[in-house]
């Protein structure tokens, strides 16, 4: 099983940036597949980013171009960049993982999850 601990929301202007970092533990997470999802009252969750063992990514539409996401093995966490941000943005983040049952290939959902970060921006 693997452990996550989220960081670095806040509040923040449009147009500005937030980093926000997963620490991971208990496990070798570099087997999993490491993803960010937000989640507003009232709407649907919503999967950000994710990063695959090999460093393969991917985004949602709505961020695309704006958020980066990536490793740091030598920390063990993994990084959510999120630039030009817009108040549509504002959402409870969570990390999240799930082992990779064929390497380098991610499922559709996460098995593990983080306790969420919030990130306010106001316009």
């Known amino acids: 099983q693997v452990q996550l601990v989220e960081s670095g929301g806040g509040s923040v202007q449009a147009g500005g940036s937030l980093r926000l970092s997963c620490e991971a533990s208990?496990?070798?997470?570099?087997?999993?597949?490491m993803g960010w999802v937000r989640q507003t009252p009232g709407k649907e969750r919503e999967r950000v980013a994710r990063?695959?063992?090999?460093?393969?990514?991917d985004y949602a539409d709505s961020v695309k171009g704006r958020f980066t996401i990536s490793h740091d093995n030598a920390k063990n966490t993994v990084n959510l960049q999120m630039d030009s941000l817009k108040p549509e943005d504002t959402a409870m983040y969570y990390c999240a993982a799930d082992p990779e049952v064929v390497p380098g290939t991610c499922s559709d959902d996460f098995g593990y999850w983080g306790q969420g970060t919030q990130v306010t921006v106001s316009s």
């Open positions: 208990g496990s070798d997470y570099s087997t999993y597949c």
């Open positions: 990063i695959d063992s090999d460093g393969y990514t």
